[in-house]
């Protein structure tokens, strides 16, 4: 059974940093391209960042770049969003998400973990 | 950015309704076009991708039209558990952009 399991979530001071993890199971990471995406309270979903198979390209909503870094682990089937210089808007729900090669599919999305900014 | 305009934001039904949501890209994403479920405090679920593609175990009363632009999912008979938000989202490029969301409410 293919699964998805985030966890590093947590609450964080304004200007801090956490770093959020993904636990695939059941199929092989590299074989994926994964993304990340946010839900803020009651809002809609937004795209975070995404990174290819083999961790040599990434992508990156404006709102993060340079702050957030994605990257992963495939011998150990884990996915990573690093969050720098965090700020009261980057408050939400993180998932993590596997796209299917071909037609790009977001097929199986983690449960979420949420990552609050405040003082 | 291709951005992604859902209409309407909200939406009132009964059970047995046939309901239509809409989804309009700013530029042509030929059949890029997939639609997620969000259930309050849940993950979103797939329902339909490549505009009209039923994903696996999504009952068949749902379904997705459209090409280039202009998209729907369209519920045929409202069951009670399809009341939830929809997503629509382009997968013709990065960044992966959503439409805002359709809550659809039970009337």
């Known amino acids: 059974e293919v699964q998805l399991v985030e966890s590093g979530g947590g609450l964080v001071q304004p200007g801090g940093s956490l770093r959020l993890s993904c636990a695939a199971s059941g199929f092989t990471l590299s074989g994926y391209w994964m993304h990340w995406v946010r839900q803020a309270p009651g809002k809609g979903l937004v795209w975070v960042s995404r990174?290819?198979?083999?961790?040599?390209?990434?992508n990156y909503a404006d709102s993060v770049r340079g702050r957030f870094t994605i990257s992963r682990d495939n011998a150990n089937n884990t996915l990573y969003l690093q969050m720098n210089s965090l700020r009261a808007e980057d408050t939400a729900v993180y998932y993590c998400?596997?796209?299917?090669?071909?037609?790009?599919?977001?097929?199986?999305w983690g449960q979420g973990t949420l990552v609050t900014v405040s003082s | 950015d291709i951005q992604m305009t859902q209409s309407p934001s909200s939406l009132s039904a009964s059970v047995g309704d046939r309901v239509t949501i809409t989804c309009r890209a700013s530029?042509?994403?030929?059949?890029?076009l997939n639609w997620y479920q969000q259930k309050p405090g849940k993950a979103p679920q797939l329902l339909i991708y490549a505009a009209s593609s039923l994903q696996s175990g999504v009952p068949s009363r749902f379904s997705g039209s459209g090409s280039g632009t202009d998209f729907t999912l369209t519920i045929s008979s409202l069951q009670p558990e399809d009341f939830a938000t929809y997503y629509c989202q382009q997968s013709y490029s990065t960044p992966r952009t959503f439409g805002q969301g359709t809550k659809l409410e039970i009337k």
């Open positions: 998400a596997r796209e299917l090669t071909g037609d790009r599919r977001f097929d199986y």
């Open positions: 530029q042509s994403i030929s059949s890029n």
């Open positions: 990174i290819n198979s083999d961790g040599s390209n990434t």
